[in-house]
């Protein structure tokens, strides 16, 4: 079975800085693979090499991404463009910059299913209320004619939710879709996310630092620090016998509902002092195999 997603030894740096230090890991055909880190790791780069969306400044510099076994790499810009939206979809960490202000609603919807499944104003128009239905969003017809400021942040990531799974992508990758939203809210779009990848077959890249949020919904995970892999494997095996000391950390200081809260210890500041270091200085030395 081909992978949805292949990155072997990727590096991208932003002019002179390394953001990613040679990750690599798969995502399944409907697989959800959970991506954690503290800020900073390079979670967001990874997601935007994926997409082909990093920053100006910032270049991909070793490495390979696959897309159900294409090269995106190696693609032609126009090609890349097509598949995004349509097989590789993002939902966003900030809904409210995602959204364009000065369109409404439907426009938005109707403009991403007009172009990549080329439907009439009409049909896309129905499309986007049946979407806006999946995402039990009530009234969908009349949220089709508000803006975005005219909604909820939590209604604002639902319509970006049924914009992501509109073109039932193979993949989707959530880019800490929850961390603006609260707990309540949180909980109604992980569950979504869980529902609307299942319906659609989308396998789902997921991005966050809540250890929590990944035992609930990731099949497996990938612990990403200063743009290095540091861990990955099954969800179940890496969080009940975690190999790296940072894994370890990082479950120490996530809150769980059989631990009380006083037990919860902070990632020892030492011990990422120590990666980063470790980071910084296997920059300096050549890779292996290197001229
Ligand atoms: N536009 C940019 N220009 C320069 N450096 C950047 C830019 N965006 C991110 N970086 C740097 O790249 C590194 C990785 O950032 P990234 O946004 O991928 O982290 P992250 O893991 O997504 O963190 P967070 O959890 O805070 O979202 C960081 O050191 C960050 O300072
Ligand atoms: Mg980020």
Not at 14 to 32: D, F, K, M, T, Y
Not at 97 to 121: A, C, D, E, F, M
Not at 153 to 173: E, H, K, N, S
């Amino acid at each position: 079975m081909t992978a949805t997603l292949t990155i072997e030894g990727l590096k991208v740096a932003i002019g002179a800085a390394n953001v990613l230090r040679g990750v690599s890991l798969e995502v399944q055909p409907g697989e959800v693979r959970g991506l954690v880190g503290e800020s900073g790791a390079g979670k967001s780069m990874l997601g935007r090499a994926v997409l082909g969306l990093l920053p100006a400044n910032a270049s991909v510099t070793a490495g390979r991404i696959a897309f159900e076994g294409r090269d995106l790499l190696a693609m032609q810009e126009a090609e890349r463009r097509n598949l995004l939206g349509r097989r590789i979809a993002l939902i966003p960490q900030d809904p409210m910059t995602s959204l364009n202000p000065v369109k409404r609603i439907g426009g938005q919807i109707g403009n991403l299913l007009r172009h990549h499944l080329g439907l009439s104003k009409r049909a896309a128009l129905m499309r986007a209320t049946d979407l806006l239905n999946e995402v039990a969003i009530r009234e969908p017809k009349r949220v089709l004619s508000l803006y975005p400021h005219e909604i909820s942040g939590g209604m604002r990531q639902r319509v970006l939710i049924a914009m992501a799974f509109a073109c039932d992508p193979a993949l989707v990758i959530a880019d800490e879709p929850t961390t603006a939203l609260d707990v309540t809210v949180q909980r109604q779009v992980l569950q979504l996310v869980e529902r609307l990848r299942l319906r659609h077959g989308s396998a789902v890249l997921f991005v966050t630092h809540d250890l929590g949020v990944v035992a609930k919904i990731c099949r497996s995970m990938t612990v990403l620090h200063a743009g290095r892999v540091l861990e990955e494997g099954e969800t179940a095996n890496v969080l009940v016998r975690p190999r790296h000391a940072y894994t370890r950390a990082l479950l120490a200081a996530t809150p769980r509902a059989d631990r009380p809260a006083e037990a919860l210890r902070p990632v020892p500041p030492d011990l990422t002092d120590q990666l980063w270091s470790e980071a910084h200085r296997l920059d300096q030395v050549p890779a292996a195999g290197a001229a």
